[in-house]
């Protein structure tokens, strides 16, 4: 099993949609979690940190629930541009990240 | 610009040779990684340095893989008699490196993209 997990996907919605992508993590002693955004051929940029109170930026949220050991994310009026693969990130040190396998959205006209 | 860098950006290599790839931090970011990403996957950790010292590189595959930072900012991987098992996208990142969930953040560079034929 690995050790930070994902659905794969393709998620495909429609323009305006709202989609939520989970990612569980195996090691409890996790601490810090991460959503990058990797746009096709490109490198992986950091979309946001997931704190335990959970966060919101604009039209995007993260949530982490300790209990169940799943971080997710929210994307709400999906727009063509948000079309790319989200990589969740667990780090259970200072810098070693672990990443899942990436889900791929699709926002269709 | 002030990001990561890395070169070549791809790489064609015969089954044997020796590859070096090349990969410049942000300005005065003290830690640095290299990654392997497989099509389709996401990138797997391969060894990271603070300043010039290799602190883990219990990611490198085989003994074929080398890295080094020799002066604390560029680095470089080093493959030798690369495998077709090899082709991938190396990644480079960087980070402040201090204390703090912020300070850790990583920041990626494009990547090299290795085929070995």
């Known amino acids: 099993r690995k050790e930070v997990e994902q659905d794969p996907g393709p998620f495909n919605v429609p323009e305006g949609a709202t989609v939520a992508f989970n990612c569980t993590y195996s090691?409890?002693?996790?601490?810090?979690f991460f959503w990058y955004r990797q746009d096709c051929r490109k490198e992986p940029k950091l979309l946001m940190s997931?704190?335990?109170s959970g966060n919101e930026d604009g039209r995007f949220t993260a949530q982490l629930n300790r209990a169940s050991q799943y971080i997710s994310l929210l994307i709400r009026d999906s727009k063509l541009s948000d079309s790319a693969t989200y990589l969740c990130v667990g780090s259970s040190g200072t810098y070693k990240y672990i990443f899942g396998t990436g889900t791929r959205l699709k926002v269709l006209a | 610009g002030a990001g990561v860098s890395q070169s070549p950006r791809y790489k064609v290599a015969k089954r044997g040779q020796d590859v070096a790839l090349r990969c410049d931090p942000i300005?005065?970011?003290?830690?640095l990684f290299w990654y392997q990403q497989a099509l389709g996957q996401g990138p797997e950790f391969l060894t990271y340095?603070?300043?010039?010292?290799?602190?883990?590189k219990s990611g490198l595959p085989s003994d074929r893989f080398f890295a080094e930072r020799p002066e604390g900012s560029v680095s470089t991987l080093k493959i030798q008699r690369t495998q077709q098992e090899d082709s991938a996208v190396y990644l480079c990142?960087?980070?402040?490196?201090?204390?703090?969930?912020?300070?850790?953040?990583?920041?990626f560079g494009a990547g090299t993209r290795l085929s070995v034929l």
């Open positions: 090691n409890s002693a996790s601490q810090s």
């Open positions: 990142a960087s980070s402040l490196g201090r204390s703090g969930l912020a300070k850790n953040i990583q920041y």
């Open positions: 300005s005065g970011h003290v830690s």
């Open positions: 997931v704190y335990s």
């Open positions: 340095f603070q300043n010039e010292a290799q602190l883990d």
